[in-house]
């Protein structure tokens, strides 16, 4: 076997491979799961020149050390991190986000840390070479779904790609994210079961991210939000983005591995457009919830779409 | 028949059938459900990615670069009831139970003041429903059992159940897929897997609107369809 692999001196506290995500799956209890920052994810497959769906390896905070022991290859990563290249020669280059770089054999990629943000991503040209499970790569790790035994990534896996390459070109582009508190939402199918005066709190106070936040959920402190109907409701399916209510009055935003169905009332419900901003925010950062019209939603969706559209027709080659 | 058809969320819609939970509301919700997926797997309509039946909801997921609300609830009422069907597309299982590996029985037989066998009975006589399947993955939502047997969850929900534990709250009876935590009343195990990992084509056994009668097997046979 003639295999390109990376092999990882340090895994990273939370680095799963992840695609666009794992569809028709839901009534069997399977989350979609997928990337949580998608924005990211399509930016990065662009730069390499992948196809759009292609999986990618996905990080948050310290992400993992590899070192590429077999084959050459062009890389790329996006979000807002800190990394750097550690040629062979032991030289060492800052990396750019956003930007290509080629990788020969024995050269390392350690990225040490996102920056104001949670979540980073590698693409690889060509691809990576894993086994799909229900036509998606993404690991669903509560589950142990999808490639690597549905497991996260440990020190000493192997990362094989599919392909090598040699072509001396590199690729950049300008991301902008407007980086601000307010986050939109949609009201949720039991937001009349809320008080008037939580309602009005709800959109209007300020809410902090706890540290009891992960892929699955995001667990807000805050003004507390009063039941006057039910804290318990017949168990229902899911959407990614709700913002469930439990009895103790404080919201958990249910994210990209949300449980299938749940029993909590829903006050709202994050809008598509606004979802990567929200993920990216860390514990201790604080959001204000905004109330939009379904078709504002929908039109902010199409300018989101649009936007990662034109960043990708503005790649331009490094000279 | 939906009384309510809304969105939630930017791309989902939900089916709302009402607020009772019986088996001919959920029958309802299963019909419908049947009918998205075979239109989707047809290639009909674009767009839907998820379609999620619970007691008396279906939740509908989408691609909004493919397909709005409007348009999908505008599909949802261009259904026509009287002509889906069901039965067709139900299954019924026998699954094995060894009462062996209860953990509640006794508590359960002091609540209730009932004898431990005539629990034991009660369950082996229901014919369960299948209302919903998820949560976790495979794991299913079965009812309905004698209003003799209704029970609360455990005060305190356990922190680590083996996978195959058959336990009953209120008039469901649910079985743990895999190893996990859980809070309802453990009144046996099953060596049957519900979610297979290795199996891609059907990772998990149990379907919404399928029916299961379990059968009672002993210790030793709990343990020669484990090592099979």
Redesign the interface.
């Known amino acids: 076997m003639n295999k390109n692999f990376f092999v990882v001196l340090r895994a990273g506290i939370n680095t799963t491979y992840q695609d666009n995500g794992r ?8 989350a ?1 799961g997928g990337c949580m920052d998608l924005k990211s994810y399509f930016i990065a497959n662009a730069l390499v020149g992948n196809n759009s769906e292609e999986g990618v390896l996905e990080f948050a905070y310290q992400g993992p050390l590899l070192k590429l022991v077999k084959g050459e290859t062009r890389i790329v990563i996006t979000g807002n991190v800190i990394f750097q290249i550690i040629k062979k020669n032991n030289e060492k280059i800052n990396g750019e986000c956003n930007r290509s770089y080629n990788l020969n054999e024995g050269d390392q990629i350690d990225i040490l840390a996102t920056k104001e943000s949670v979540y980073g991503y590698l693409a690889v040209e060509g691809g990576l070479d894993l086994k799909p ?2 036509k998606s790569v993404s690991i669903l790790a ?4 999808g490639p690597n035994e ?1 497991k996260k990534i440990k020190d000493n896996d192997k990362i094989i790609f599919k392909r090598n390459s040699n072509k001396k070109k590199n690729f950049i582009t300008k991301v902008v994210d407007k980086t601000k508190d307010i986050i939109r939402v ?1 009201p ?2 039991q937001f009349s079961f809320f008080s008037k005066e939580s309602q009005d709190n709800f959109f209007t106070k300020y809410y902090k991210i706890t540290n009891l936040t992960d892929r699955m959920g995001m667990r807000l402190e805050g003004s507390i939000i009063n039941n006057l109907v039910s804290s318990n409701i ?9 913002i469930q209510v439990p009895a103790d009055g404080q919201p958990i935003i249910l994210l990209t591995d949300y ?4 029993g909590y009332p ?1 006050i709202a ?4 457009a606004d979802y990567h901003l929200l993920v990216q925010k860390i514990p201790g950062e604080k959001i204000l919830f905004k109330n939009v019209e ?1 078709q504002e ?2 039109q902010l ?1 199409k300018e989101y ?1 649009n936007n990662i559209s034109k960043m990708i027709k503005n790649i331009k080659e490094i000279n | 028949m939906i009384k309510k058809l ?7 819609v ?1 089916c709302d059938f009402g ?1 009772e ?1 019986n088996q001919k509301i959920n029958t309802d919700v299963i019909k419908l ?1 049947h009918f998205i ?1 075979e239109e ?1 797997s047809r290639g009909s309509v674009k767009g839907i ?11 509908i ?1 989408f691609d ?2 493919k397909i ?2 409007s348009q999908i609830i505008d599909f949802i009422k261009s259904v026509n009831f009287s002509k889906l069907n069901f039965s067709q597309n139900k299954k019924e299982w026998t699954i094995p139970i060894c009462y062996d590996f209860e953990m509640d029985l006794e508590y359960i037989s002091k609540t209730l003041k009932i004898d431990k066998n005539e629990i034991i009975n009660i369950h082996l006589n229901t014919t369960f429903f299948i209302y ?8 299913p ?1 079965m009812g309905d059992l004698d209003s003799k047997l209704f029970l609360e969850r455990l005060k305190t929900p356990r922190v680590k159940l083996p996978s195959g534990a058959v336990g009953i709250v209120e008039k469901f009876c649910n079985i743990y ?2 190893e996990s935590p859980g809070g309802w009343n453990i009144i046996g195990r099953t060596p049957t897997i519900l ?1 297979d ?1 290795k199996n ?1 084509s059907q ?2 056994l149990l ?2 609107g399928d029916t299961v009668k379990f059968k009672s097997i002993s210790k030793k046979e709990f343990e020669k369809i484990n090592n099979e």
């Open positions: 569809f028709h799956m839901q009534h069997f209890g399977i979609p499970f229900c509560r589950a142990q779904i549905g949609l949720g199918p017949r168990s229902e399916g899911i959407t990614k983005g709700a449980p299938t169905i749940g829903k419900n994050v809008i598509s379904l939603a929908e969706y779409l | 809304s969105n939630i969320g930017d791309c989902g939900v607020d939970v459900f997926k989707v990615l998820n379609y999620t039946p619970s007691y008396n909801k279906l939740i997921n909004l670069k709005n609300s919903m399947v998820g949560f976790i993955p495979g794991h939502f897929p895999y979610f990992r891609e990772p998990c379907s919404p």
